[in-house]
């Protein structure tokens, strides 16, 4: 089984900046795709930036410009560094890995994170 632990988010000001971090932990063996998706109140879950294991990376084009999304394959680890938060920012955030393969099992799993709150307010 594969763990993820999210960490970063919190309250911030209009223009302020976050970062938020995710670690997947346990028998991993590789993850093709690292991301972060984030759902706002009444809206449904959707992509903010997400990196495959070569270092390719898509951002949501509310993003663009605004959020980068940093990738360690050694640690298992992704990183949303966001700058020039807006209020339609707040929302909660999710860390998401996919095609993950396990030492010991076969196929591929996508596991989502627990979640960690956003909230861009003056």
């Known amino acids: 089984q594969v763990h993820l632990v999210e960490s970063g988010g919190g309250l911030v000001q209009p223009g302020g900046s976050l970062k938020l971090s995710c670690k997947a932990s346990?028998?991993?063996?590789?993850?093709?795709?690292m991301g972060w998706y984030r759902q706002g109140p009444g809206k449904q879950r959707e992509l903010v930036a997400d990196?495959?294991?070569?270092?390719?990376?898509t951002y949501a084009d509310s993003a663009k410009g605004r959020f980068t999304i940093i990738r360690d394959n050694a640690k298992n680890t992704v990183s949303l560094q966001m700058n020039n938060l807006k209020p339609e920012d707040t929302a909660v955030y999710y860390c998401?890995?996919?095609?993950?393969?396990?030492?010991?099992?076969?196929?591929?799993?996508?596991?989502w994170g627990q979640g960690t709150q956003v909230t861009v307010s003056p």
């Open positions: 998401n890995i996919r095609r993950v393969r396990e030492v010991g099992r076969e196929g591929v799993y996508d596991y």
């Open positions: 346990g028998a991993i063996f590789s993850i093709d795709t």
């Open positions: 990196i495959g294991n070569g270092g390719s990376s």
